[in-house]
């Protein structure tokens, strides 16, 4: 049975954005004249945008598993206080020779608080707040306060702001880890995977690439759609490209097996040794802008 024929209860916050209780988790759901969006609690995760009389910009996978425990496949994943596998980020290097720390970090895999929310006519904004627990502390033993805001409107807009609540400096990586509905992929062609615009990409194999000091403006053409996707980044200092082809998603339980035909992943990040340091008192935000407009 769908989670979404499961509803136990709705809240209504402001006008346009609803709470809605499904299997034990906790979505926002926002129907506003510009744009529809959901967004999880658990994981703070964005699962669907959908900007009036436009295709879904996000894919979500029809396998998807929301038990509260397993990151989604799909959405916008939020990768913190590190990307990919722990051994490999010098954000928790040498904790991860000793402790089994699990791939992208902890902040997709835990319920986040609704901080606040506010709703007009021309927008909807909506902040979510994790703070460390003990199991946290136990992962990345640092005291922090990390909180993201949604602004959904003809635009989507996602900060993720990492604030240091502790008396030392501590460095963290990470991504928005964003997954994009396309049409099949013979009709994709992305744009901008470096300063001077002369990089692009199609999709017709596996890609996993790490695009570094990419352009601030990376763009999703669809001819088959006929839009394109403009994504504004800030805050990040790379691109990782990404679609697993039919032998990857075969190897997810989460993703049908032709699930890759419709989905590209293209995610700002902070990777590498170039992890962000953040002093005490100090914040740091990764940004990522979506809009649509016709090709």
Known sequence: MSYRNTITDQIKLTEHINLITSNGLKYLHIAHPKANARISLFGAHLLSFTPANSAPVIWMSESAIFNGVKAIRGGVPICWPWFGPAKQSPTVQPLAQTKNLPAHGFARNNHWQLLDSHSDDDT?????????????????????????????????????????????????GGALHSYFQISQPDAVQIHGLDKQNQTSCKLDSNVDIICEDPAATITLADEQLQHKIIIENEGNNAMVVWNPWQTGAQAFTDMP?????????????????????????????????LSVTAL
Request: with cysteine.
């Open 124 to 172: 909807c904004k909506v902040r979510l707040q994790l703070t460390p627990n003990p199991e946290m502390k136990r992962l990345w033993p640092h005291d922090f306060n990390l909180i993201a805001e949604f602004i959904i409107s003809d635009t989507l807009t996602l900060n993720l702001t990492t604030l240091n609540t502790g008396n030392a400096s501590f460095d963290y």
């Open 257 to 289: 097996d032709d699930g890759y035909q419709t989905m590209f992943c293209l995610e700002p990040a902070i990777i590498g040794k170039k992890a962000v340091t953040v002093a005490p008192g100090a914040s740091h935000t990764l940004t990522t802008k």
